[in-house]
């Protein structure tokens, strides 16, 4: 059980470029989410997923594009990488127990640069 | 919409001393609470949590929490720090309704000794 990965863990672009992170989860969960990490920011939810087709915005959203065409799957898409969207990336999923959401856990993140 | 602040962004203490570390939340309804810890270069850890019940909860290595419905908190606390739980601490509040959580800006420990 490898929980959440992420792929790739660094990656360096240059202004203008495009690039997909990948999200993948062996836990069955419902839920995705892809979040930001900047210093002195806590982390930012940029799009999550509800389940296997449905993506939804989050807090910072304009950049990015998401997709969840399989339930362990959620793709991060960047079309046209600017500086200002280097950060640490990270994946994280959850569940319902019933009715009851449950706590995220997470991948162990993407260091990306864009110069 | 629900926030959450975490007014220390920096605490240093002592090997074997006590550790509190404060989080207000604002959110409009019982919200779900947690408390998270990440080391250099990690991914989160979930320390503990909170969706009803019992207000002092217990995590794991030895911290707890307790929701104060009164004061908008849910401070973390641990009896004794070990070098090893030098670490970022981040504070979240989730909605009832998908789940979505808002973090704190975090609170990076140091235990000096």
């Known amino acids: 059980n490898a929980g959440v990965t992420q792929t790739p863990k660094f990656r360096v672009l240059k202004t203008g470029q495009s690039m997909t992170l990948l999200c993948a989860q062996d836990m069955n969960h419902e839920y995705m989410y892809w979040y930001r990490q900047d210093p002195g920011m806590g982390l930012r939810l940029i799009h999550y997923?509800?389940?296997?087709?449905?993506?939804a915005k989050g807090e910072v959203p304009d950049g990015y594009n998401v997709s969840r065409l399989k339930k362990q799957n959620f793709l991060l898409g960047l079309e046209s990488a600017a500086p200002s969207q280097t950060s640490v990336y990270f994946c994280?999923?959850?569940?319902?127990?019933?009715?009851?959401?449950?706590?995220?856990?997470f991948g162990p993140g993407t260091r990306l640069t864009v110069l | 919409a629900q926030s959450v602040t975490q007014p220390d962004i920096h605490i240093t203490v002592s090997e074997g001393a006590s550790l509190e570390l404060r989080c207000n939340y604002s959110?409009?309804?019982?919200?779900?609470l947690f408390w998270y810890v990440q080391s250099p270069g990690q991914g989160l850890q979930l320390l503990l949590k909170y969706f009803s019940g019992d207000t002092l909860v217990q995590g794991i290595k030895g911290f707890e929490a307790e929701f104060k419905r009164s004061q908008s908190s849910f401070n973390l606390r641990k009896p004794s720090v070990h070098w090893s739980d030098a670490a970022e601490y981040f504070c979240a509040v989730g909605d009832r309704g998908f789940q979505k959580l808002v973090f704190g800006t975090g609170t990076r420990l140091l235990v000096s000794p």
């Open positions: 997923s509800v389940g296997e087709g449905t993506t």
């Open positions: 994280a999923s959850s569940y319902l127990t019933g009715t009851t959401h449950n706590e995220q856990f």
């Open positions: 959110y409009g309804a019982t919200p779900y």
